[in-house]
Nanobody, 115 residues
């Protein structure tokens, strides 16, 4: 069973930047879709960004132009560069892997943006 470990969360002022990392315990394969979701208390987990092994990306409208997802398949790591952070970006961010519809989640990392 693959494990996903996130890092890079923390406290930042509005307008600042953070870079999240997600490292998988096993190789990212060509048929995997990797991505980030986020969740605030009492609200469902929402997609932030996804990336295929071929580099095709997809973003939530709320983060387009501010966040960038990338991957280093050789390092089995996915990144989320977050710029121009807003208070509404405050959430627990979860990395996930979708392999043929089977989802694996990381433990989550807290991002707090102070206004």
């Amino acid at each position: 069973q693959v494990q996903l470990v996130e890092s890079g969360g923390g406290l930042v002022q509005a307008g600042g930047s953070l870079r999240l990392s997600c490292t998988a315990s096993r190789s990212i394969r060509s048929f995997d879709i990797m991505g980030w979701y986020r969740q605030t208390p009492g609200i469902q987990r929402d997609m932030v960004a996804t990336i295929t092994s071929g580099g095709t990306t997809n973003y939530a409208d709320s983060v387009k132009g501010r966040f960038t997802i990338s991957s280093d398949n050789a390092q089995s790591t996915v990144y989320l560069q977050m710029n121009s952070l807003k208070s509404e970006d405050t959430a627990v961010y979860y990395c996930y892997r979708n392999r043929f519809g089977s989802l694996t989640w990381g433990q989550g990392t807290q991002v707090t943006v102070s206004s």
